[in-house]
T-cell receptor, first 109, second 114 residues
Framework: GQNIDQPTEMTATEGAIVQINCTYQTSGFNGLFWYQQHAGEAPTFLSYNVLDGLEEKGRFSSFLSRSKGYSYLLLKELQMKDSASYLCAVVDSNYQLIWGAGTKLIIKP | DGGITQSPKYLFRKEGQNVTLSCEQNLNHDAMYWYRQDPGQGLRLIYYSQIVNDFQKGDIAEGYSVSREKKESFPLTVTSAQKNPTAFYLC?????????????FGQGTRLTVV
């Protein structure tokens, strides 16, 4: 079967760093996306990894290890507006997305 | 401004009624998708279309129907055959297949069956 695992909820402090993990077991792998979704709103694209390693984009970075079936999203200098759900999605062998349930991130002052 | 628009934002339906959710995009994207989002679950694919006048079933197509008569529009009908239709529905579009390019999502329609 296909499985994407993310923690259900995480809490962090404004100004700190948080790492959101995603592990996957899928039929084929053609890349991994991270999306941000504020409550009741549309998901928005954050990052895409297809090769092993770290991709940095401002305060957000995403890491991929294909051999371990593992990715993480690193958020630095946390701001209150970063309170949202973070969705991990793996591209399977048919180039469709398999979505994790999302990690709800709560930022406290 | 280019974007993808879903309407309405909230929708109430009586049991036994069909209802149609609208999705329009002016991004000139070929590919469009309908997902369902339930609490504690990942997005699940209902239908997708990669070209006008053609569409494919996703993982949970039963009880739903779509059409793609225009590039800009991809309406979803939730029929009375859908056993558990109360959910948050998201429409998305991408310039290429969603597995190869950034997807743009609409604001969603929250459907409640009463």
């Amino acid at each position: 079967g296909q499985n994407i695992d993310q923690p259900t909820e995480m809490t962090a402090t404004e100004g700190a760093i948080v790492q959101i993990n995603c592990t996957y077991q899928t039929s084929g792998f053609n890349g991994l996306f991270w999306y941000q979704q504020h409550a009741g709103e549309a998901p928005t694209f954050l990052s895409y990894n297809v090769l092993d390693g770290l991709e940095e984009k401002g305060r957000f970075s995403s890491f991929l290890s294909r051999s371990k079936g593992y990715s993480y999203l690193l958020l630095k200098e946390l701001q209150m507006k970063d309170s949202a759900s973070y969705l991990c999605a793996v591209v399977d062998s048919n180039y469709q997305l398999i979505w994790g349930a999302g990690t709800k991130l709560i930022i406290k002052p | 401004d280019g974007g993808i628009t879903q309407s309405p934002k909230y929708l109430f339906r009586k049991e036994g009624q069909n209802v149609t959710l609208s999705c329009e995009q002016n991004l000139n994207h070929d590919a469009m998708y309908w997902y369902r989002q339930d609490p504690g679950q990942g997005l699940r694919l209902i239908y997708y279309s990669q070209i006008v006048n053609d569409f494919q079933k996703g993982d949970i197509a039963e009880g739903y129907s779509v059409s793609r008569e225009k590039k800009e529009s991809f309406p979803l009908t939730v029929t009375s055959a859908q056993k558990n239709p109360t959910a948050f529905y998201l429409c998305a579009s991408s310039i290429l297949n969603i597995g190869t390019a950034e997807a743009f999502f609409g604001q969603g329609t929250r459907l409640t069956v009463v």
